[in-house]
Each structure stands twice: as C-alpha cells, then as structure tokens.
C-alpha cells in the first residue's frame, strides 16, 4: 500500500471541513483530510492501568471485565503483528486503506520510555499505518514521553494525538470518583501535549455523582478553551461488582433513566462545545451482562439518528450557546 500524508499542521485547521449537520463529527473531518474514511486498529501494550492497583481503589465506576480481554506479559503479539493481524479486518469493514494505530486498552503510557518507545515506533512506522492516537491518563504522562512522542510523528510524518481520560473538571466530582487526579493534571496535560504540536483529546462523563446539569456545561466549556481537537462524551454506566455498584444498590447514585433524559442533557453540553472541537462519541453501549444500569434497548446508529432528530427540532447547533455570547 502506498500512502500519501498531509502536513501534521493542516490536521487540526477547522477551516479545513466543510460539516453538515448540527454536530461536528470526528469521522467526517478525518475523511475530509484523507479523502476517505479512516479505521483504527486497537492495539495492546499489555499493562494494566496502575491505578487499579492504588491503595485508595480504582476509580469507582472501573471494572476490568467491562474491557475487552487482552493478554499481557510474554503473551502480548508484537505491534507489527496486532496491526497485521487488524488491518484485513477494519479495511474491509470501512472500505479504507487509512488506519490509525489506537492505544486504546488501559493506560497506554504506563511504563517506561524505554518499554514504550520502541512499540510506538513499531506502531507509527508501520507501512499500512497513517497515524497514532494514544489513550492514557493526564497523570500518566511526563515531559520525556510527550517529547518522545512529539518527535516520532515529526520523524514520520504522520500525525499523533494523545487522549486523556478527563471526566470531569470538578475537582469535588474527581475525588468522588476516586479519579486519583485533580482538574489542574489534566489541564497541564492537555497544555503540555499542545505545546509540542501533538493533537488532543479528552474523554468525559454525563451524569457524575452529585453533578448537576450546570457542572456538566462547565466542564465542557472550560475543556473548550484549551484550544483541544476531539471529546468523546458518554453517560454515566454501573457496572455489576464495583465501588458504584454498592452506591448505586443503595439508591445513592441517580441514573439517566431514559435515553430521550440524556440526549436533553447532551444537547445543552454540545450548545457549550466550541465547532472546531471534533466530537468522536456521544454514547456508549456497556456489556449487557455486567451492566446494571441505565438499560437502554438502542444501538449506537439509532441514537446517533435521535440525537441529530432532536437537535434539529430544537435548532440546536454545537457551539451555539458560545455564538450567542458574542
């Protein structure tokens, strides 16, 4: 397969997609640089999360088993062989040549640069690979890494982008949660990764323990002005076996109970959500044998068609809420 890349500094340019639609989506705006839609081959490093291992607890909402099973230690393939193993499969499934290398199981900059490097490198020079997003905690992270990292996607040529699991802005909701980082981590995450040009994500939850609609809006607002690339946005699961699980039987932690409640939430976070922000996900679907709640019978395509049904009834447009402040 040959490829051709465009400049990393054009990836983010929100000049550069013409969207449709109430919502900036992700997928579009990846299609709109590269010409066509573009895949992600999950790959594995192989190390759990340390912070399941904390002393205080993992965070309350975590089970390992809502993950996929990934092997670890000896039992790991090499990144060559992952995204081999991959690339039939996501090409063929999104009539594409264009895949991303996701680091997507756990805490994908757990370890040391010297286990790390050489499997980031093996990741982004892959011939059939047209960039990386690595997916890790803001506490996770180090000057060395991200300067690591930076530097092998100017090396290829290929664009990079970190995405943080951030939650919340709420430093109350973060230790309520046993998130084991405060706000200001992920800001000087986030700050940090921009700085030396990488792309940035953030991962957030609707719904926390004790959050209103309001705190919600704050979060998404203030993630806004960091000048990030994507959020990924879902609501608010309980998993059979964790910390909120005990919570939740106790009638302490107030759910969404219908999908139609979080789509009213959500339309008003993404009126706060600034259009050159991409969104990549608006939902998410647990593991129907450990899932306690919230229980809704919708795939993520007819969700996606409620939430743009419903927004456009309600001429609601990401970012409008900051429009109308000018």
Excluded at 173 to 185: E, N, P, V, W
């Amino acid at each position: 397969m040959v490829h051709s890349y465009p400049a990393i500094s054009h990836l983010n340019d929100p000049g550069d997609c013409d969207c449709p639609g109430p919502v900036h989506f992700y997928s579009r705006h990846l299609k709109a640089i590269f010409g066509r839609a573009v895949a992600k081959a999950g790959l594995n490093l192989g190390v759990p999360c340390p912070h399941r291992f904390n002393p205080d607890g993992p965070c309350v909402y975590c089970h390992p088993a809502g993950f996929r099973p990934f092997a670890t230690g000896p039992d790991v393939p090499s990144m060559t062989e992952q995204i081999d193993g991959h690339i039939p499969r996501v090409t063929k499934r999104y009539r594409t040549d264009k895949v991303l290398a996701y680091f997507q199981a756990e805490t994908s900059t757990a370890g040391t640069l010297a286990f790390l490097g050489p499997r980031f490198e093996a990741a982004l020079s892959h011939k059939d690979i047209c960039g990386m997003v690595i997916s890790t905690r803001p506490d996770a992270i180090d000057p060395a890494k991200l300067d690591f990292i930076a530097q092998l996607g100017q090396e290829h040529q290929k664009p990079v982008w970190m995405e943080y699991g951030v939650q919340s802005l709420h430093d109350r909701s973060l230790r309520a949660i046993k998130r084991g980082h405060d706000a200001a981590c992920a800001l000087s995450a986030i700050h940090e990764s921009r700085q030396r040009g990488l792309g940035v994500g953030v991962h957030t939850i609707l719904g926390l323990p004790g959050e209103s609609l309001q705190d919600m809006i704050d979060t998404h607002r203030a993630l806004g002005e960091t000048g990030l690339d994507t959020v990924k946005i879902h609501h608010l699961q309980v998993y059979r076996d964790t910390a909120l699980a005990a919570q939740f039987e106790t009638g302490q932690v107030p759910l969404f109970d219908t999908f139609r409640e979080y789509i009213e939430a959500l339309a008003q976070v993404l009126r706060h959500i600034p259009w050159d922000v991409k969104v990549q996900r608006v939902i998410t679907n647990g593991q129907p044998d450990l899932l306690l709640g919230p229980v809704w019978d919708i795939n993520k395509q007819d969700a996606l068609g409620m939430l743009k049904r419903y927004l456009l009834r309600n001429d609601i447009r990401q970012g409008d809420a900051l429009n109308s402040d000018n």
